[in-house]
C-alpha cells in the first residue's frame, strides 16, 4: 500500500486530471471515504471543470477495478513484488481507462503515463511501464474475461470471482453462501459496473410531471414495476444522458430535482412510506435525503436527526431551495434515542456495512469490515424504537447492504423480542441495476 511518502512524490507531476486521482487514491489507501478525498484534492485547486470531471470519472474508475487491474498489471510486469506502490497505482490508474473507459484515447494515456513515471522515477522504469501498456494492448479483449483471472485449473471459483469482480474474498463468501452461486454472480455483476445516477423530482413545484418527460425523452428510466409512476428517474451507468449538464444544473437551482440513490426512492415506495399519514421521525437521517424525498410526496416529517451535525447542516437549506417547510433538526444517538416515547412513526435508516453500494462507493472494498459489529450497533437502534413507539406505530428499519444478519435475521429477531409484528419486507431484485437495499416494517403491539 502506498502512503503519504507516495503523496510527496506525487508533487513531482504538473496538475492533470491523472495527477488528481492518484492522489486520490492514495488518500483512500489511508483510510478517508472516496467522496471526502476527491473533494479534498479538486478544492485544493489548479483543475478546470472538464479536469475536474475527467479526475472523478478515473479516480471512480480506478477504485472500483482496482483488484482487477492490479492482478493485470502484475501479469505483465517482471518481479511486481520489487517495483514501487506508487509505479504500480500509475499502471493501474492507466489499465483501469484503457480497459474501462469507454472512450479513453489509449495512445495518449500510455504516452502520458509514461511521462509520469519518468517525472516520478527517472529513466528505467519508464521503460518498464511502456511495455507494460504495449503488452496490455496487444492482450486485446482478454482482460474483460473470466478466465483470464483463473491461474491454474485448481483455482477456487471465490478466488477467481474475487479478482474478476475486484472484491474482497471474504465478500464473495459471504454471497456465495447465504444466497447461491446465481444469485451472487449477479449482486458481484451489479457492484462492478458504473452506478446508475438517481434524480428526484420534486412534486412541490408545478410542471415536475413535464420535467419528468423531458428526462425520460433524455435517455432516463423509469423506476420499475408499481413504482414506475413516482417522481424519480435513473441514467443507466451515471451521467446525464442528453439533457446536459447546464439543463441539469439549472433545474437543481430551481429546486425542480435533486440527487437521490433511485433504489432508496424504490425502497420507500415498496415500505409504504409515501402512503402513510402519520407523523414521521427520520432518526438516522444523515444528509437527509430521504426526508426530503418524504416531504415532497406530502408526508409529515415532524423531525430529522442524525449522530453528525456534519451531515445534517445542510437540510434546512435543501428545504428552502426546494420550497419546503423544514422539520425539527437536531443531534441524537438513534441507539439512545432521547425521548421516552417517541410520537408517530419513525424510519430508521441504520448504520451498515454498505454492500448493496459497492458501486457508489468503492472505497468500502478496501475496509475491514465487521459485520457482527455492524448488527449489534443496528440491533440497539431497532431496540430502542420498538421499546419507546406507541402501540400501533410504524416502525421502518432500512438498509443498504446485503448479508443476512444485517437485513432479514436482524429484523427477525427482534421482532420476536419485542413482540411486534413484521407487516412489510422488501429488497432491491438481485438483477436490478439500482442499489442493493433491504426493508421491513415492523408494527407496535
Not at 263 to 272: E, K, P, R, V
Amino acid at each position: 500500500m502506498a502512503g503519504p511518502h507516495s503523496r510527496r512524490l506525487l508533487q513531482r507531476l504538473k496538475p492533470s486530471a491523472r495527477k488528481a486521482a492518484l492522489e486520490t487514491i492514495l488518500l483512500v489507501d489511508e483510510g478517508q471515504p472516496v467522496q471526502q478525498a476527491l473533494s479534498q484534492v479538486l478544492d485544493s485547486g489548479g483543475l478546470d471543470e472538464r479536469a475536474r470531471r475527467q479526475a472523478t470519472d478515473l479516480a471512480y474508475t480506478a477504485l472500483r477495478t482496482q483488484a482487477r487491474c492490479a492482478f493485470v498489471v502484475e501479469r505483465l510486469l517482471p518481479r511486481p513484488e520489487k517495483l514501487p506502490p506508487l509505479f504500480k497505482a500509475c499502471l493501474g490508474l492507466a489499465a483501469g481507462a484503457m480497459l474501462f473507459e469507454e472512450h479513453a484515447p489509449v495512445h495518449a494515456l500510455v504516452h502520458e503515463t509514461v511521462e509520469d513515471v519518468r517525472a516520478l522515477f527517472g529513466k528505467g522504469l519508464d521503460r518498464v511501464a511502456n511495455g507494460a501498456l504495449r503488452s496490455l494492448q496487444r492482450l486485446g479483449s482478454a482482460p474483460l474475461e473470466r478466465d483470464f483471472y483463473r491461474l491454474k485449473p485448481s483455482d477456487a471459483e471465490i478466488d477467481v470471482d474475487a479478482r474478476f469482480y475486484s472484491l474482497p474474498r471474504r465478500i464473495v463468501r459471504l454471497w456465495r453462501t447465504e444466497l447461491g452461486p446465481e444469485r451472487a454472480v449477479r449482486l458481484m455483476e451489479r457492484s462492478f459496473r458504473r452506478p446508475c445516477a438517481g434524480i428526484r423530482i420534486n412534486r412541490a413545484k408545478a410542471g415536475w410531471e413535464q420535467v419528468r418527460q423531458e428526462l425520460l425523452e433524455a435517455g432516463a428510466e423509469r423506476l420499475p414495476g408499481d413504482a414506475c409512476d413516482l417522481p424519480c428517474v435513473f441514467f443507466r451507468e451515471g451521467g446525464t444522458g442528453r439533457l446536459g449538464r447546464e439543463r441539469m444544473a439549472a433545474l437543481a437551482a430551481s429546486g425542480t430535482l435533486s440527487l437521490q440513490a433511485a433504489g432508496s426512492m424504490w425502497a420507500l415506495h415498496a415500505l409504504g412510506l409515501f402512503e402513510q399519514e402519520a407523523p414521521l421521525w427520520d432518526a438516522c437521517a444523515g444528509f437527509g435525503g430521504k426526508t426530503l424525498a418524504l416531504l415532497e410526496q406530502g408526508r409529515q416529517v415532524q423531525a430529522a436527526s442524525d449522530m453528525a451535525m456534519s451531515r445534517l447542516r445542510h437540510l434546512e437549506g435543501e428545504c428552502r431551495r426546494l420550497g419546503l417547510d423544514a422539520p425539527a433538526v437536531f443531534l441524537a444517538d438513534a441507539s439512545r434515542l432521547p425521548c421516552r416515547e417517541i410520537p408517530g412513526d419513525v424510519l430508521l435508516d441504520v448504520p451498515c456495512s454498505g454492500l448493496g453500494v459497492l458501486a457508489r462507493r468503492p472505497d468500502i472494498r478496501r475496509r475491514d469490515l465487521s459485520f457482527a459489529e455492524f448488527a449489534a450497533t443496528q440491533a440497539k437502534i431497532l431496540e430502542q424504537a420498538l421499546v419507546k413507539a406507541r402501540s400501533g406505530a410504524s416502525v421502518c428499519y432500512l438498509t443498504c447492504t446485503v448479508d443476512e444478519q444485517e437485513n432479514a435475521g436482524l429484523v427477525r429477531r427482534e421482532a420476536f423480542a419485542s413482540r411486534a409484528d413484521i407487516v412489510r419486507e422488501w429488497q432491491t431484485p438481485a438483477d436490478s441495476p439500482l442499489e442493493g437495499m433491504y426493508g421491513a416494517v415492523l408494527k407496535v403491539r
